[in-house]
């Protein structure tokens, strides 16, 4: 459908609506939609098994409800998650998965909520938004920590959320001395060692969903004295998986895996899946939830929009995978895929040759981080355990039901051959069919995104997709001799991905050093960051110090990232750059962006 014909679509369908509302009170045809969100909270919660939490009105809403078991966020972060929430649309397709990017969206995507404001919905958020690109505040009747559905006219169906912080990753930065859950008791998952920072912060945790459970019925309180609850559809969930290390940020179970309970009053009851206190194994992710909404209310969902409605008159068929992403994490660079369909998770590393456990600033706040860290350079861990501080494979592949924690790598297993085939093929239509624009270094989206939209570079012949994937696959078929070929490329992302590939080949790759040494001269400053970092490694020290020195005076955040990434790995071969890097520090100790973040750790290893 095109813009005008839907314009014309959405036009007559208001038109309708008001007249036939005209003069009425509430609007009984159209239900209010609230939605109660936590943040940074995998599914600790009784309705969903787990004995030690302490979550009595989530567990009362589930017995009222429909609780989803296989609920995924499309990001282990908040902000690409909320971009995805907000637009109905995978950031990975519009360029906003990096976190805290502001990269512009194209005119045509709308925020959802202006959708259902301009049908007669009241629309209200309380509080956060973070939508990782520009803001669309016309969306919103009212947005603010005072935002509630009581402003509403008298008679007017809302659309109304509360969003609870309670329960973020910051909650456990300073250890509390009294707990309610007992630290010694603590259920801990496999690759964590039971510190006692981490039985600490675990516990402190579970204390903390405790308190965003009270809130959760506090609200629902609110709704039922207000004589709203017959007319109110309720969605209780979280923004993404959390919090302890190895969680946020992510790509298993315990980032991704979300809850999602969903309560429909006796008056609704035939827009539900199955009768409260059902549970449904149908696949959801946040890509779904924009259309989702808009059907339940009965606005046409836009055709640009990526995810399935699963619920309401324009419900689609059950999706078979849920698909997620991780970009740049903070300061970090890394590039992350996955895949999940009901019984496995499949996870795709493009940028293998980086740990996981890279230095996230924020992240490194939690006392449990700080202690597991120690506990690996002591030598204190077992093999599981110490799995974080160590590169990534390629490709990972878990049996959920029989390995939950994730730490049972299959990729290798023969008799899962077929399922990590048939896993990587809808990873790789999936990328193809969204025109993944994650490929392109993010110091180039930074440029490109100063002329057009990311979404728009994507679909256009500037993007060959097709040839990137093409030469990541040489890669997982370790094709040297292709790979080098690809170093002299007419294609600025395809050398990008050429170089990176020969520092994830190492000493293999040392057939392509005279390739490698006549791209630190590349028009692309990427490029030629990630050709020093394959040099340094394969001997070439000297140029490629130098060639990374020369990036950190770029004018460009995201190279001066990229470039502090490499050196971060260096050690005391980095040291001829110190002067270089202590010129990003500004005399403003709260200055927080992230070439400042990246360059302050690197001062600090540098100094020691």
Same mark, same amino acid.
């Given at each position: 459908?095109?813009?005008?014909?839907?314009?014309?679509?959405?036009?007559?369908?208001?038109f309708?609506?008001?007249?036939?509302?005209?003069?009425?009170?509430?609007?009984?045809?159209?239900?209010?939609?609230?939605?109660?969100?936590?943040e940074?909270?995998?599914?600790?919660?009784?309705?969903?098994?787990?004995?030690?939490?302490?979550?009595?009105?989530?567990?009362?809403?589930?017995k009222?409800?429909?609780?989803y078991?296989?609920?995924?966020?499309?990001?282990?972060?908040?902000?690409?998650?909320?971009?995805?929430?907000?637009?109905?649309?995978?950031?990975?397709?519009?360029?906003?998965?990096?976190?805290?990017?502001?990269?512009?969206?194209?005119?045509?995507?709308?925020?959802?909520?202006?959708?259902?404001?301009?049908?007669?919905?009241?629309?209200?958020?309380?509080?956060?938004?973070?939508?990782?690109?520009?803001?669309?505040?016309?969306?919103?009747?009212?947005?603010?920590?005072?935002?509630?559905?009581?402003?509403?006219?008298e008679?007017?169906?809302?659309?109304?959320?509360?969003?609870?912080?309670?329960?973020?990753?910051s909650?456990i930065?300073?250890?509390?001395?009294d707990?309610?859950?007992?630290?010694?008791?603590?259920?801990?998952?496999?690759?964590?060692?039971?510190?006692?920072?981490?039985?600490?912060?675990w516990?402190?945790?579970?204390?903390?969903?405790?308190?965003? /459970?009270?809130? !959760?019925?506090? #609200?629902?309180?609110?709704?039922?004295?207000?004589? %709203? *609850?017959?007319?109110? &559809?309720?969605? +209780?969930?979280?923004?993404?998986?959390?919090?302890?290390?190895?969680?946020?940020?992510?790509?298993?179970?315990?980032?991704?895996?979300?809850?999602?309970?969903?309560r429909?009053?006796?008056?609704?009851?035939?827009?539900?899946?199955?009768?409260?206190?059902?549970?449904? /194994?149908?696949? !959801?992710?946040? #890509?779904?939830?924009?259309?989702?909404?808009?059907? %339940? *209310?009965?606005?046409? &969902?836009p055709? +640009?929009?990526?995810?399935?409605?699963?619920?309401?008159?324009?419900?689609?068929?059950?999706?078979e995978?849920?698909?997620?992403?991780?970009?740049?994490?903070?300061?970090?660079?890394?590039?992350?895929?996955?895949?999940?369909?009901?019984?496995?998770?499949?996870?795709?590393?493009?940028?293998?040759?980086?740990?996981?456990?890279?230095?996230?600033?924020?992240?490194?706040?939690?006392?449990?981080?700080?202690?597991?860290?120690?506990?690996?350079?002591?030598?204190?861990?077992?093999?599981?355990?110490?799995?974080?501080?160590?590169?990534?494979?390629?490709?990972?592949?878990?049996?959920?039901?029989?390995?939950?924690?994730?730490v049972?790598?299959?990729?290798?297993?023969?008799?899962?051959?077929?399922?990590?085939?048939?896993?990587?093929?809808?990873?790789?239509?999936?990328?193809?069919?969204?025109?993944?624009?994650?490929?392109?270094?993010?110091?180039?989206?930074?440029?490109?995104?100063k002329?057009?939209?990311?979404?728009?570079?994507?679909?256009?012949?500037?993007?060959?997709?097709?040839?990137?994937?093409?030469?990541?696959?040489?890669?997982?078929?370790?094709d040297?001799?292709?790979?080098?070929?690809?170093?002299?490329?007419?294609?600025?992302?395809?050398?990008?991905?050429?170089?990176?590939?020969?520092?994830?080949?190492?000493?293999?790759?040392?057939?392509?050093?005279?390739?490698?040494?006549?791209?630190?001269?590349?028009?692309?400053?990427?490029?030629?960051?990630?050709?020093?970092?394959?040099?340094?490694?394969?001997?070439?020290?000297?140029?490629?110090v130098?060639?990374?020195?020369?990036?950190?005076?770029?004018?460009?955040?995201?190279?001066?990232?990229?470039a502090?990434?490499v050196?971060?790995?260096?050690?005391?071969?980095?040291?001829?750059?110190?002067?270089?890097?202590?010129?990003?520090?500004?005399d403003?100790?709260?200055?927080?962006?992230?070439?400042v973040?990246?360059?302050?750790?690197?001062?600090?290893?540098?100094?020691?």
């Open positions: 459908m095109n813009k005008n014909i839907r314009f014309f679509v959405m036009l007559a369908f208001l309708v609506t008001l007249f036939a509302t005209e003069g009425k009170g509430q609007q009984q045809d159209r239900p209010n939609i609230l939605w109660i969100v936590s940074d909270n995998s599914p600790l919660i009784g309705a969903y098994g787990d004995a030690f939490a302490t979550t009595p009105n989530i567990d009362q809403l589930a009222e409800g429909v609780l078991e296989n609920a995924f966020a499309t990001a282990p972060v908040c902000a690409p998650s909320r971009s995805t929430l907000i637009t109905g649309v995978y950031p990975t397709s519009m360029g906003t998965q990096h976190m805290r990017s502001t990269y512009p969206i194209p005119e045509m995507i709308q925020f959802y909520p202006r959708y259902l404001r301009e049908a007669g919905y009241y629309t209200s958020n309380n509080v956060k938004k973070d939508y990782n690109t520009e803001d669309q505040p016309e969306a919103w009747d009212e947005s603010s920590n005072q935002a509630t559905y009581k402003n509403r006219k008679g007017q169906p809302f659309f109304s959320i509360f969003n609870f912080t309670t329960s973020h990753e909650s930065h300073d250890s509390l001395a707990l309610r859950h007992d630290p010694e008791q603590v259920p801990i998952p496999a690759y964590h060692p039971r510190t006692p920072e981490m039985k600490h912060d516990a402190q945790y579970y204390d903390k969903v405790e308190d965003m /459970d009270k809130q !959760v019925g506090q #609200v629902l309180q609110e709704l039922e004295e207000a004589g %709203l *609850a017959d007319n109110t &559809i309720v969605f +209780y969930y979280s923004d993404h998986g959390g919090v302890i290390g190895r969680s946020k940020r992510f790509m298993y179970e315990s980032g991704l895996h979300i809850p999602l309970i969903i429909f009053p006796e008056k609704y009851k035939h827009l539900a899946p199955a009768n409260a206190g059902s549970r449904t /194994d149908r696949l !959801v992710t946040f #890509v779904d939830f924009p259309p989702t909404i808009l059907s %339940l *209310a009965g606005v046409p &969902i055709d +640009y929009m990526q995810g399935k409605a699963f619920l309401g008159e324009q419900e689609d068929e059950p999706r995978y849920a698909y997620s992403f991780r970009g740049r994490m903070d300061e970090r660079i890394d590039m992350v895929r996955s895949v999940r369909d009901k019984k496995y998770r499949y996870v795709r590393n493009f940028m293998p040759h980086k740990i996981y456990a890279q230095y996230i600033e924020y992240l490194w706040r939690a006392p449990s981080m700080k202690s597991w860290e120690r506990a690996y350079k002591a030598g204190e861990l077992n093999e599981v355990q110490s799995k974080f501080w160590e590169t990534k494979p390629l490709e990972e592949l878990y049996d959920v039901d029989a390995d939950p924690d994730n049972k790598n299959l990729a290798d297993d023969p008799q899962h051959a077929s399922v990590l085939k048939r896993m990587r093929e809808a990873n790789q239509d999936w990328m193809l069919d969204i025109r993944d624009v994650g490929f392109t270094p993010e110091a180039m989206m930074e440029e490109i995104a002329t057009t939209t990311l979404y728009e570079f994507a679909r256009s012949k500037d993007y060959p997709l097709k040839k990137i994937i093409k030469t990541i696959d040489m890669i997982t078929e370790k040297v001799k292709g790979i080098t070929k690809q170093l002299s490329s007419n294609e600025p992302i395809v050398r990008y991905w050429a170089a990176t590939a020969c520092t994830i080949f190492g000493e293999n790759a040392s057939p392509a050093v005279p390739d490698l040494k006549g791209l630190v001269d590349d028009e692309e400053v990427s490029v030629r960051i990630a050709a020093a970092e394959a040099l340094y490694h394969l001997g070439e020290k000297e140029v490629a130098q060639t990374l020195n020369d990036a950190l005076k770029v004018d460009n955040e995201m190279a001066r990232v990229q502090i990434n050196l971060e790995t260096m050690e005391d071969d980095a040291k001829p750059t110190l002067s270089a890097v202590k010129a990003l520090l500004p403003n100790e709260d200055n927080r962006n992230y070439d973040r990246a360059a302050r750790r690197l001062v600090e290893k540098l100094e020691q």
